[in-house]
């Protein structure tokens, strides 16, 4: 049996730097998993920037100002000593990228460049052009390597075992070779990133983003905090939802609707395109809802023009959106305005985290970071700029909070574990051999459809009981699912039907979420109750999982410094 003191299982930024931070203990064996190479993964992605009050734009910035900015931009939902923590560290942790070889762009004084963001009261966002995650991710991964840390590369998460509130270790298969292999451990870290796929093609999200680890944890006993809290990104492109970068209205583009307008001075007349992500996504399904967009039905957006910042400066500052504009929309940004539309992005909620400092969770030997967990820093809505920070951070906690734990822990049970692997090993045999059953692409796509629709951006109570009646549908249909392949090695099928029923289970909990939180706040919007409800939902949804039930309860949201008080920008 495979037998590490810590394993990673993710090898994104959280994943790495969480590896990277387990391994500086030499007398541990420390493993990552991941289903991809390890720079494939999703925080490449990131393009804008990573927020850190470093004070080389404005000297006047400060990270008290970073802590209240992110506690008046997530709807005052986030745990400020959690969030105090985190800007704290932030400044530090900036120092550290840069050592490690983070090309950040410079200022003309030889500083790290920072740039404006949504929802900042001062430019603190730093970056590398608008490849800020690539560059920190490719930066962190030749770390890890120089430490020698083990991958496991193409190897995939399948579930954890757990006994009486213990970790015993986790069941994963080796894609490349289909064997399935039970592996003990006495800490885990979780870092496998969101699962905003349950939108499908109405995301940001890369294909593999189904929350593996969210779903594994959440079926092992862990609660899922806050999953209602979905983020919209204001800019996925009309036709495919991928992301262009934040730094597009941060460097000064313009949002416009089908009469000419700057449309966002009716929203936020203060910031304008660089009101909160919410915000703006709202106020663009509002346009488009009332007639204002181009198009029609799925097919309708607004424009995003960025013609007037002249063409060194977009491909200075923008270069890789200019590229995904011409492959996947087909305009060149420095001649016309691109059609623009919001797609889900990002997961406010999560794998519960109980400790911020050591990223623990209610299971003894499971840790979580990254946006597959909750701390919670963004409550009910993260700002731009916080989310790259809060992996590398959170990520670094989460790995020195692990082989603390490692150090003090025994193996957990080997029988239970070896169990949990012949039950996959069964599971993987039967689900071969079936010749005939439901589509699972027609799953998928029915799920897609009913979350958009219903559990979208604008949400309402019947639409969302809707939505919860589907999903209960199409989970009793994936049992009889088929996926088409008898392939034992590298049988992708296999993976992506373990995937569809990791999305139908955390689905759920978002749709559960948001029908029984009663208000509007941050990203989650109702149109029967518009006002946010601080006497009744002030307070963190806990979604427990419970066999096939699901149950929720509600628990405070510490405040330290800042009293809630309307939200305006």
């Known amino acids: 049996m495979l037998t590490y003191d810590v394993v990673i299982v993710g090898a994104g930024g959280a994943g790495m730097m969480a590896a990277l931070s387990a391994s500086e203990d030499k007398s541990l064996r420390v493993a990552c998993i991941s289903k991809i190479f390890p720079t494939r993964s999703h925080t490449g992605a990131a393009q804008g920037g990573i927020n850190a009050a470093m004070g080389y734009r404005d000297a006047s910035d400060t990270t008290e100002q970073h802590f209240k900015d992110t506690v008046k931009g997530s709807d005052f939902l986030a745990d400020q000593d959690a969030v105090e923590f985190f800007t704290k560290n932030m400044p530090s942790m900036i120092t550290e990228l840069d050592y490690y070889g983070?090309?950040?762009?410079?200022?003309?004084?030889?500083?790290?460049?920072?740039?404006?963001?949504?929802?900042?009261?001062?430019?603190?966002?730093?970056?590398?052009?608008?490849?800020?995650?690539?560059?920190?991710?490719?930066?962190?991964?030749?770390?890890?390597?120089?430490?020698?840390?083990?991958?496991?590369n193409e190897w995939f998460l399948l579930s954890l075992s757990v006994e009486d509130k213990k970790l015993n270790g986790l069941v994963a298969m080796d894609i490349k070779t289909g064997d399935i292999h039970p592996i003990k451990a006495k800490a885990v870290v979780i870092a496998t990133g969101g699962f905003g796929r349950i939108y499908w093609n109405r995301t940001t999200n890369a294909i593999n983003m189904t929350g593996d680890g969210s779903a594994a944890c959440f079926e092992a006993g862990i609660p899922l905090k806050d999953p209602e809290f979905v983020q919209f990104h204001p800019t996925g492109l009309a036709s495919t939802g991928i992301l262009l970068s934040e730094a597009c209205r941060g460097e000064g583009g313009y949002l416009i609707n089908k009469d000419g307008e700057r449309f966002m001075e009716r929203y936020a007349p203060e910031k304008m395109e660089l009101a909160p992500r919410d915000l703006v996504s709202r106020s663009i399904e509002t346009e488009i809802k009332e007639g204002r967009g181009f198009g029609e039905g799925i097919e309708a957006y607004v424009l995003m023009d960025l013609r007037h910042l002249g063409e060194e400066k977009i491909l200075q500052r923008l270069p890789q959106v200019r590229e995904l504009a011409m492959d996947f929309e087909g305009v060149d940004l420095i001649k016309e305005p691109v059609p623009i539309r919001p797609s889900c992005h990002y997961m406010m909620g999560g794998i519960h985290v109980t400790n911020y400092e050591t990223c623990s969770t209610p299971i003894a030997g499971i840790h979580a970071a990254g946006e597959c967990a909750c701390v919670s820093i963004h409550g009910a809505n993260r700002l731009g700029g916080n989310s790259v920070a809060d992996v590398v951070l959170y990520g670094k906690f989460a790995g020195i909070g692990a082989r603390e734990t490692a150090r003090k822990r025994q193996f957990g049970k080997e029988?239970?574990?070896?169990?949990?692997?012949?039950?996959?090993?069964?599971?993987?045999?039967?689900?071969?051999?079936?010749?005939?059953?439901?589509?699972?692409?027609?799953?998928?796509?029915?799920?897609?459809?009913?979350?958009?629709?219903?559990?979208?951006?604008?949400?309402?109570?019947?639409?969302?009981?809707?939505?919860?009646?589907?999903?209960?549908?199409?989970?009793?249909?994936?049992?009889?699912?088929?996926?088409?392949?008898?392939?034992?090695?590298?049988?992708?099928?296999?993976?992506?039907?373990?995937?569809?029923?990791?999305?139908?289970?955390?689905?759920?909990?978002?749709?559960?979420?948001?029908?029984?939180?009663?208000?509007?706040?941050?990203?989650?919007?109702?149109?029967?109750?518009?006002?946010?409800?601080?006497i009744n939902f002030l307070q963190h949804t806990l979604i427990h999982k419970k066999g096939e039930q699901y149950e929720l309860e509600y628990i405070p949201v510490k405040i330290t410094t800042y009293q809630p008080e309307e939200r305006k920008y």
Request: charged letters at 30%; aromatic letters at 8%; hydrophobic letters at 35%.
């Open 415 to 534: 029988e239970p574990l070896l169990k949990e692997s012949k039950k996959w090993e069964r599971r993987f045999h039967s689900v071969r051999e079936k010749e005939t059953g439901t589509s699972l692409v027609d799953i998928r796509n029915r799920l897609a459809e009913a979350m958009w629709n219903n559990v979208g951006i604008f949400r309402m109570e019947d639409e969302m009981a809707d939505a919860v009646k589907t999903i209960d549908t199409l989970i009793h249909e994936y049992k009889d699912a088929v996926i088409g392949d008898p392939a034992i090695r590298y049988n992708m099928a296999f993976v992506n039907y373990v995937e569809i029923g990791n999305l139908l289970n955390l689905a759920k909990a978002v749709a559960l979420g948001a029908l029984n939180r009663r208000e509007s706040r941050g990203s989650h919007s109702r149109g029967d109750y518009p006002v946010r409800d601080d």
């Open 102 to 152: 983070v090309p950040f762009s410079r200022d003309g004084n030889g500083n790290i460049a920072q740039r404006p963001f949504g929802g900042a009261s001062s430019p603190r966002t730093c970056y590398s052009a608008d490849k800020t995650g690539h560059v920190i991710l490719h930066a962190v991964y030749e770390q890890c390597l120089k430490h020698n840390v083990e991958f496991l």
